[in-house]
Protein backbone atom coordinates (compact mmCIF):
# COMPACT_ATOMS: atom_id res chain seq x y z
CA UNK A 1 0.00 0.00 0.00
CA UNK A 2 1.33 3.45 -1.06
CA UNK A 3 0.00 6.23 1.05
CA UNK A 4 1.28 9.75 0.21
CA UNK A 5 0.25 13.41 2.07
CA UNK A 6 -2.95 13.69 -0.52
CA UNK A 7 -3.66 9.63 -1.48
CA UNK A 8 -3.99 6.52 -0.19
CA UNK A 9 -4.45 3.93 -2.74
CA UNK A 10 -5.89 0.40 -1.48
CA UNK A 11 -6.25 -1.63 -5.00
CA UNK A 12 -4.15 -2.31 -7.65
CA UNK A 13 -1.27 -1.14 -8.92
CA UNK A 14 -0.36 -0.90 -5.36
CA UNK A 15 -0.93 -3.54 -2.95
CA UNK A 16 -0.32 -4.59 0.06
CA UNK A 17 -0.95 -8.40 1.69
CA UNK A 18 -1.29 -10.01 4.97
CA UNK A 19 0.13 -7.80 8.33
CA UNK A 20 -1.50 -4.32 6.66
CA UNK A 21 -5.28 -6.18 6.64
CA UNK A 22 -4.94 -6.94 10.03
CA UNK A 23 -3.00 -3.63 11.27
CA UNK A 24 -5.42 -1.08 9.47
CA UNK A 25 -3.74 1.96 10.65
CA UNK A 26 -0.66 1.19 9.69
CA UNK A 27 0.95 2.21 6.26
CA UNK A 28 4.23 1.99 4.62
CA UNK A 29 6.32 3.51 1.92
CA UNK A 30 9.49 3.70 -0.33
CA UNK A 31 10.64 7.02 1.39
CA UNK A 32 13.82 7.56 0.32
CA UNK A 33 15.80 5.77 -3.30
CA UNK A 34 19.30 6.19 -4.31
CA UNK A 35 20.46 4.49 -7.61
CA UNK A 36 23.63 4.13 -8.92
CA UNK A 37 23.41 3.22 -12.80
CA UNK A 38 26.71 2.38 -14.82
CA UNK A 39 27.26 1.92 -18.67
CA UNK A 40 24.45 3.42 -20.13
CA UNK A 41 23.27 7.57 -21.22
CA UNK A 42 21.17 9.53 -19.13
CA UNK A 43 18.91 9.62 -21.86
CA UNK A 44 18.56 5.74 -21.45
CA UNK A 45 17.66 6.50 -17.41
CA UNK A 46 14.47 8.88 -18.76
CA UNK A 47 12.84 6.82 -21.36
CA UNK A 48 14.03 3.23 -20.08
CA UNK A 49 14.81 2.92 -16.55
CA UNK A 50 12.16 5.93 -14.93
CA UNK A 51 9.93 5.83 -17.83
CA UNK A 52 9.41 9.70 -17.06
CA UNK A 53 8.34 11.75 -20.35
CA UNK A 54 11.25 13.61 -21.57
CA UNK A 55 9.03 16.96 -21.36
CA UNK A 56 9.12 16.57 -17.61
CA UNK A 57 12.39 16.35 -17.19
CA UNK A 58 14.52 19.78 -16.93
CA UNK A 59 17.96 19.43 -18.09
CA UNK A 60 20.90 21.39 -16.91
CA UNK A 61 18.66 22.40 -13.43
CA UNK A 62 20.03 25.45 -11.43
CA UNK A 63 19.33 23.50 -8.24
CA UNK A 64 22.89 22.12 -6.50
CA UNK A 65 23.25 18.22 -6.74
CA UNK A 66 25.03 16.17 -3.58
CA UNK A 67 28.43 16.48 -2.63
CA UNK A 68 30.35 15.10 -4.93
CA UNK A 69 27.48 15.32 -7.87
CA UNK A 70 26.38 17.90 -10.38
CA UNK A 71 22.64 17.70 -11.12
CA UNK A 72 22.03 17.17 -14.92
CA UNK A 73 18.38 15.81 -14.93
CA UNK A 74 15.59 16.43 -12.53
CA UNK A 75 11.38 16.79 -12.11
CA UNK A 76 11.10 18.27 -8.74
CA UNK A 77 13.07 16.03 -6.36
CA UNK A 78 13.56 13.26 -8.95
CA UNK A 79 16.76 14.01 -9.73
CA UNK A 80 19.61 12.28 -12.17
CA UNK A 81 23.19 13.35 -10.91
CA UNK A 82 26.22 12.98 -12.63
CA UNK A 83 29.82 12.40 -10.51
CA UNK A 84 32.32 14.98 -10.22
CA UNK A 85 35.78 15.62 -8.26
CA UNK A 86 36.87 13.14 -5.70
CA UNK A 87 33.37 10.73 -6.64
CA UNK A 88 34.36 10.15 -10.52
CA UNK A 89 33.06 6.93 -11.48
CA UNK A 90 31.20 5.91 -14.91
CA UNK A 91 27.94 6.32 -14.66
CA UNK A 92 24.99 8.17 -13.32
CA UNK A 93 23.09 8.35 -9.95
CA UNK A 94 19.11 8.78 -9.61
CA UNK A 95 18.08 10.33 -6.09
CA UNK A 96 14.47 10.70 -4.88
CA UNK A 97 13.84 11.84 -1.39
CA UNK A 98 10.79 11.47 0.36
CA UNK A 99 8.73 13.57 -1.52
CA UNK A 100 10.62 12.44 -4.57
CA UNK A 101 9.13 9.00 -4.05
CA UNK A 102 6.04 11.11 -3.79
CA UNK A 103 6.17 12.06 -7.51
CA UNK A 104 7.73 9.28 -8.77
CA UNK A 105 4.42 7.44 -7.62
CA UNK A 106 2.20 9.76 -9.83
CA UNK A 107 4.48 8.13 -13.10
CA UNK A 108 4.10 4.69 -11.76
CA UNK A 109 0.34 4.92 -11.46
CA UNK A 110 0.19 6.50 -15.49
CA UNK A 111 2.58 3.84 -16.20
CA UNK A 112 0.08 1.54 -14.75
CA UNK A 113 2.85 0.09 -12.63
CA UNK A 114 4.43 -0.52 -9.44
CA UNK A 115 7.48 -0.06 -6.84
CA UNK A 116 8.34 -3.44 -7.42
CA UNK A 117 8.00 -3.66 -11.43
CA UNK A 118 10.35 -0.28 -11.04
CA UNK A 119 13.19 -1.91 -9.26
CA UNK A 120 12.83 -5.54 -11.11
CA UNK A 121 13.62 -2.93 -14.15
CA UNK A 122 16.43 -1.49 -12.84
CA UNK A 123 17.97 -4.12 -11.88
CA UNK A 124 18.38 -5.83 -15.49
CA UNK A 125 21.22 -3.15 -15.58
CA UNK A 126 24.68 -2.59 -13.73
CA UNK A 127 23.09 -0.82 -10.54
CA UNK A 128 23.92 -0.50 -7.43
CA UNK A 129 22.03 0.80 -4.29
CA UNK A 130 23.21 3.72 -2.14
CA UNK A 131 20.70 4.03 -0.10
CA UNK A 132 16.68 3.49 0.34
CA UNK A 133 14.48 3.94 2.86
CA UNK A 134 11.46 2.65 3.98
CA UNK A 135 8.52 4.08 6.42
CA UNK A 136 5.83 2.64 8.64
CA UNK A 137 3.24 5.34 9.98
CA UNK A 138 1.24 3.91 12.88
CA UNK A 139 -1.66 6.04 13.26
CA UNK A 140 -3.35 4.32 16.13
CA UNK A 141 -0.59 4.92 17.45
CA UNK A 142 0.44 1.44 18.75
CA UNK A 143 3.42 2.74 20.41
CA UNK A 144 4.61 5.64 22.71
CA UNK A 145 8.04 6.94 21.69
CA UNK A 146 8.58 8.36 25.34
CA UNK A 147 7.79 5.13 26.43
CA UNK A 148 10.31 3.49 23.49
CA UNK A 149 12.79 5.93 25.24
CA UNK A 150 11.95 4.73 28.49
CA UNK A 151 12.68 0.92 27.73
CA UNK A 152 15.77 1.76 25.86
CA UNK A 153 17.41 3.79 29.10
CA UNK A 154 16.19 0.92 31.05
CA UNK A 155 17.84 -2.02 29.08
CA UNK A 156 14.65 -3.62 28.40
CA UNK A 157 15.04 -4.22 24.69
CA UNK A 158 17.13 -6.60 22.72
CA UNK A 159 18.56 -5.45 19.68
CA UNK A 160 21.59 -6.18 17.15
CA UNK A 161 22.53 -2.56 16.77
CA UNK A 162 24.45 -1.43 19.56
CA UNK A 163 24.49 2.30 18.87
CA UNK A 164 21.46 4.32 20.24
CA UNK A 165 20.64 7.99 20.81
CA UNK A 166 17.58 9.75 21.30
CA UNK A 167 16.09 13.91 21.02
CA UNK A 168 13.39 16.10 22.02
CA UNK A 169 12.88 19.25 20.85
CA UNK A 170 10.81 21.57 23.07
CA UNK A 171 9.59 25.51 22.70
CA UNK A 172 9.62 27.85 25.13
CA UNK A 173 5.50 29.34 25.21
CA UNK A 174 5.30 31.97 27.83
CA UNK A 175 5.55 30.32 30.97
CA UNK A 176 5.76 26.86 30.21
CA UNK A 177 7.26 24.29 28.09
CA UNK A 178 5.37 22.81 25.15
CA UNK A 179 6.94 19.88 24.50
CA UNK A 180 7.90 18.95 21.01
CA UNK A 181 8.22 15.74 18.64
CA UNK A 182 10.61 13.25 20.46
CA UNK A 183 12.89 10.74 18.01
CA UNK A 184 14.84 7.78 18.97
CA UNK A 185 17.67 6.19 17.01
CA UNK A 186 18.86 2.80 16.85
CA UNK A 187 22.59 1.99 14.90
CA UNK A 188 25.02 4.74 14.20
CA UNK A 189 23.65 7.22 11.59
CA UNK A 190 27.05 5.73 9.25
CA UNK A 191 26.24 2.32 9.80
CA UNK A 192 24.26 0.52 6.43
CA UNK A 193 21.09 -0.06 8.66
CA UNK A 194 19.54 2.38 10.87
CA UNK A 195 15.65 2.62 12.50
CA UNK A 196 14.58 6.00 13.59
CA UNK A 197 11.15 6.04 15.51
CA UNK A 198 9.62 9.21 15.59
CA UNK A 199 6.70 11.61 16.41
CA UNK A 200 5.71 12.37 12.98
CA UNK A 201 2.86 14.31 13.62
CA UNK A 202 4.71 17.13 15.59
CA UNK A 203 7.76 17.35 12.88
CA UNK A 204 4.77 18.20 10.63
CA UNK A 205 3.09 20.53 11.92
CA UNK A 206 6.68 22.03 12.94
CA UNK A 207 7.81 22.09 9.58
CA UNK A 208 4.88 23.02 7.52
CA UNK A 209 2.07 24.58 10.17
CA UNK A 210 -0.01 22.10 10.45
CA UNK A 211 -2.55 21.59 13.31
CA UNK A 212 -1.03 19.33 15.33
CA UNK A 213 -1.43 15.61 15.26
CA UNK A 214 -0.16 13.77 18.20
CA UNK A 215 -1.85 10.03 17.18
CA UNK A 216 0.80 9.88 14.24
CA UNK A 217 4.05 7.62 14.45
CA UNK A 218 6.89 7.28 12.27
CA UNK A 219 9.12 4.34 12.22
CA UNK A 220 11.66 4.48 9.48
CA UNK A 221 13.86 1.80 8.55
CA UNK A 222 17.64 3.24 6.92
CA UNK A 223 19.40 0.91 4.49
CA UNK A 224 22.65 1.14 2.48
CA UNK A 225 24.73 -0.16 0.37
CA UNK A 226 25.07 -4.26 0.50
CA UNK A 227 21.85 -3.53 2.90
CA UNK A 228 20.03 -1.52 0.34
CA UNK A 229 20.83 -4.42 -2.64
CA UNK A 230 19.36 -6.94 -0.26
CA UNK A 231 16.30 -5.07 0.32
CA UNK A 232 15.55 -4.82 -3.54
CA UNK A 233 15.93 -8.27 -3.53
CA UNK A 234 13.56 -8.81 -0.81
CA UNK A 235 10.75 -5.79 -1.85
CA UNK A 236 11.27 -7.79 -5.59
CA UNK A 237 10.52 -11.28 -4.08
CA UNK A 238 7.52 -10.48 -1.83
CA UNK A 239 6.38 -7.30 -3.41
CA UNK A 240 4.94 -5.99 -0.25
CA UNK A 241 6.67 -2.81 1.15
CA UNK A 242 4.75 -3.68 5.05
CA UNK A 243 5.53 -7.29 4.70
CA UNK A 244 9.03 -6.91 4.24
CA UNK A 245 9.19 -3.69 6.67
CA UNK A 246 7.92 -4.95 9.76
CA UNK A 247 9.31 -8.58 8.65
CA UNK A 248 12.97 -6.62 9.19
CA UNK A 249 11.73 -4.43 11.93
CA UNK A 250 10.97 -7.43 13.78
CA UNK A 251 14.28 -9.39 13.19
CA UNK A 252 16.01 -6.66 14.45
CA UNK A 253 15.45 -5.04 17.80
CA UNK A 254 12.51 -6.21 20.83
CA UNK A 255 10.93 -3.99 23.28
CA UNK A 256 10.66 -5.86 26.86
CA UNK A 257 9.33 -5.49 30.14
CA UNK A 258 10.79 -6.76 33.09
CA UNK A 259 9.41 -10.13 34.59
CA UNK A 260 7.14 -10.23 37.43
CA UNK A 261 9.64 -13.12 38.76
CA UNK A 262 12.88 -11.63 40.42
CA UNK A 263 14.32 -14.79 39.84
CA UNK A 264 14.95 -14.38 35.89
CA UNK A 265 18.46 -12.46 35.23
CA UNK A 266 18.48 -13.31 31.61
CA UNK A 267 17.06 -10.88 28.98
CA UNK A 268 16.20 -13.29 26.48
CA UNK A 269 13.46 -14.55 29.24
CA UNK A 270 12.22 -11.48 29.58
CA UNK A 271 8.42 -10.78 28.64
CA UNK A 272 7.84 -8.81 25.47
CA UNK A 273 6.35 -4.99 25.98
CA UNK A 274 2.64 -5.65 25.54
CA UNK A 275 2.22 -3.01 22.46
CA UNK A 276 5.25 -4.09 20.73
CA UNK A 277 3.99 -7.96 20.82
CA UNK A 278 1.09 -6.33 19.58
CA UNK A 279 2.41 -4.67 16.54
CA UNK A 280 4.26 -7.31 15.79
CA UNK A 281 1.31 -10.08 16.12
CA UNK A 282 1.82 -12.56 12.73
CA UNK A 283 4.75 -10.78 11.54
CA UNK A 284 7.58 -12.87 10.66
CA UNK A 285 11.14 -12.30 10.68
CA UNK A 286 13.53 -11.06 7.46
CA UNK A 287 17.40 -11.50 7.55
CA UNK A 288 19.39 -9.47 5.50
CA UNK A 289 22.51 -11.34 5.45
CA UNK A 290 25.61 -9.42 4.31
CA UNK A 291 27.17 -12.23 2.62
CA UNK A 292 29.07 -10.61 -1.09
CA UNK A 293 26.26 -11.04 -3.78
CA UNK A 294 27.75 -13.20 -6.72
CA UNK A 295 26.62 -12.00 -9.97
CA UNK A 296 24.91 -14.74 -11.54
CA UNK A 297 24.71 -15.57 -15.32
CA UNK A 298 21.05 -14.91 -15.98
CA UNK A 299 21.72 -11.54 -14.60
CA UNK A 300 24.63 -11.03 -17.47
CA UNK A 301 22.53 -12.18 -19.92
CA UNK A 302 19.56 -10.01 -18.82
CA UNK A 303 21.80 -7.04 -18.78
CA UNK A 304 23.79 -7.92 -22.22
CA UNK A 305 19.90 -8.33 -23.61
CA UNK A 306 18.84 -4.68 -22.69
CA UNK A 307 21.71 -2.82 -22.45
CA UNK A 308 24.48 -4.22 -24.64
CA UNK A 309 22.60 -5.94 -27.74
CA UNK A 310 21.23 -3.21 -29.66
CA UNK A 311 24.96 -1.79 -29.60
CA UNK A 312 26.21 -5.17 -30.94
CA UNK A 313 23.79 -5.08 -33.71
CA UNK A 314 25.17 -1.83 -34.81
CA UNK A 315 28.59 -3.06 -35.27
CA UNK A 316 27.10 -6.54 -37.02
CA UNK A 317 25.48 -4.38 -39.35
CA UNK A 318 28.37 -2.30 -40.54
CA UNK A 319 31.00 -5.71 -40.52
CA UNK A 320 28.73 -7.24 -43.10
CA UNK A 321 29.26 -3.59 -44.63
CA UNK A 322 33.04 -3.25 -44.40
CA UNK A 323 33.24 -7.35 -44.69
CA UNK A 324 34.47 -7.56 -41.48
CA UNK A 325 33.79 -9.78 -38.10
CA UNK A 326 33.63 -6.62 -35.41
CA UNK A 327 31.97 -8.80 -32.74
CA UNK A 328 34.62 -11.79 -33.29
CA UNK A 329 37.22 -8.85 -32.82
CA UNK A 330 35.62 -8.02 -29.35
CA UNK A 331 35.07 -11.87 -28.15
CA UNK A 332 38.58 -12.43 -28.97
CA UNK A 333 40.42 -8.93 -27.48
CA UNK A 334 38.49 -9.46 -24.03
CA UNK A 335 40.04 -10.54 -20.83
CA UNK A 336 37.49 -11.97 -18.25
CA UNK A 337 37.95 -10.70 -14.98
CA UNK A 338 38.48 -12.94 -12.10
CA UNK A 339 34.88 -12.92 -11.19
CA UNK A 340 33.66 -13.48 -14.77
CA UNK A 341 36.05 -16.45 -14.44
CA UNK A 342 34.71 -17.51 -11.53
CA UNK A 343 31.46 -17.74 -13.26
CA UNK A 344 32.85 -19.44 -16.24
CA UNK A 345 34.42 -22.29 -14.34
CA UNK A 346 31.24 -22.64 -12.30
CA UNK A 347 29.52 -23.65 -15.32
CA UNK A 348 31.97 -25.46 -17.05
CA UNK A 349 31.29 -27.77 -13.87
CA UNK A 350 27.88 -27.80 -14.26
CA UNK A 351 28.01 -28.14 -17.73
CA UNK A 352 30.21 -31.12 -17.66
CA UNK A 353 28.08 -32.91 -14.53
CA UNK A 354 25.18 -32.67 -16.48
CA UNK A 355 26.97 -34.54 -19.53
CA UNK A 356 28.66 -37.09 -17.30
CA UNK A 357 24.54 -37.59 -15.97
CA UNK A 358 23.26 -37.92 -19.31
CA UNK A 359 26.17 -40.34 -20.80
CA UNK A 360 25.31 -42.59 -17.38
CA UNK A 361 21.62 -42.25 -18.00
CA UNK A 362 22.20 -42.88 -21.88
CA UNK A 363 24.22 -46.33 -21.05
CA UNK A 364 21.86 -47.56 -18.51
CA UNK A 365 18.92 -46.83 -20.90
CA UNK A 366 20.53 -48.86 -23.50
CA UNK A 367 21.88 -51.49 -21.37
CA UNK A 368 18.29 -52.14 -20.00
CA UNK A 369 16.49 -52.14 -23.84
CA UNK A 370 19.01 -54.85 -24.58
CA UNK A 371 18.83 -56.87 -21.94
CA UNK A 372 14.87 -56.98 -22.50
CA UNK A 373 15.41 -58.06 -26.27
CA UNK A 374 17.83 -60.68 -25.47
CA UNK A 375 16.41 -64.08 -25.88
CA UNK A 376 18.32 -65.02 -22.45
CA UNK A 377 16.57 -62.03 -20.83
CA UNK A 378 13.87 -62.31 -18.59
Same mark, same amino acid.
Given at each position: MIVTETMKISEPPYTNRGVTRQKKELSALIDWCQITVKEVDVFTIIKDILRIPFIFMESHCKEKGIAGHELVAGFDNIKILKPTGNAQYEGFQILMSGSGCRNYENFLVMNSETWFDFLERVCRYPVNFPRIDLAIDDRKPYLSIAELIRLKNEGLISSQLRDTAESRSDKLKEDEIEAQGKTLYLGSKNSDFRIVFYEKGYEQAEKFGKELNPDWNRYELRFRQKKAVRLAEELINHRDVAQVALSILNEKVRFLQKPENSMITRKRLYPIYPPWEELMQGVGKIKLTMNPEKKTLERIWRWLSVAVSPSLKLMDKIGKLDNR #???? $??? *??? $??? *? *? !? !???? *? #?????FLLRKEERRIFDRTYTEHDTDKDSPYGE
Open positions: #DYIR $QLV *ERG $QMN *E *E !Q !QRIY *E #DYKKS
